[in-house]
């Protein structure tokens, strides 16, 4: 069976993240929604707010798991029994770092592929950083998130329609 991990910071999910799973869970038998918490990060939603939007937002998908952890990827795709991880790439600059991080992971868990999927055009600008800037300034962000994320990123800003 295969396992595949999908690993981020999720602060909050947004249409591409929800593009890339969607997508994942059609190649994989099971993909676990990975969420970070790196202690030395400052995120806009807690662990257990980004937990539950993607929750809502991945409820349609029978094979789709949410999870987090903290510390080294590797350790949490062996304690998973996972050895595959998925990216999204949106563009030719997103390679360069994406590409160190594959080859690090490999090389502390040989046997982990990581595999990326290319993320679709509509979403290729899409960032869950210009979302929280575009939000707090009170742009609209529909379309771009998930509803239940447009409707938290409501309560903490005051976004126009
Ligand atoms: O959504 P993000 O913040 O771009 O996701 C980055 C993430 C979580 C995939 C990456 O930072 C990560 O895997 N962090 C875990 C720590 C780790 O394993 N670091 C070594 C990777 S080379």
Redesign the pocket.
Known sequence: MSIAIY?????PITNGHLDIIERGSKIFDELIV?V?Q?PSKKYLFTMEERIEMIKDAVKHLPNVEVDY?N??????ARKRNAKIVI?GLRAVSDFEYEL???L??KK?YKDLETVFIMTSTKYSFLS?SIVREVASFGGCVKDLVPPVVEEKLRQKFALKN
């Open positions: 690993p981020g910071s999720f602060d990975a970070l790196n952890f510390g080294l990827l590797v350790d949490f990216k160190q991080m594959a690090m992971n502390l869950s």
